[in-house]
């Protein structure tokens, strides 16, 4: 059986990422979604195989969890 990776989608709550977050789930891959906050956008992006994970992206230290 073939595991298939995880995608980290640093802009997923943007227009570009947020096409990107969706779409790969369909393709059967798995989307952590890397978000700034926790407002409107990252709710529209519910959905199975997409995990949202707030957090600053300018400092990998504080995104060790978004990178496991």
């Known amino acids: 059986m073939t595991v298939k990776p995880t995608i980290?989608?640093?802009g997923a709550a943007g227009?570009?990422?947020?096409?990107?977050a969706k779409s790969l789930p369909v393709k059967g891959?798995?989307?952590r979604?890397?978000?700034?906050?926790?407002d409107e956008r990252p709710e529209k992006l519910k959905?199975?195989?997409i995990e949202i994970v707030v957090s600053v992206?300018?400092?990998?230290?504080?995104?060790?969890d978004a990178f496991k």
């Open 15 to 20: 227009s570009t990422g947020s096409v990107a």
């Open 57 to 64: 992206a300018e400092f990998v230290e504080r995104n060790r």
């Open 33 to 38: 979604a890397l978000v700034h906050e926790r």
């Open 29 to 31: 891959l798995r989307v």
């Open 8 to 10: 980290l989608d640093s």
């Open 47 to 49: 959905a199975p195989g």
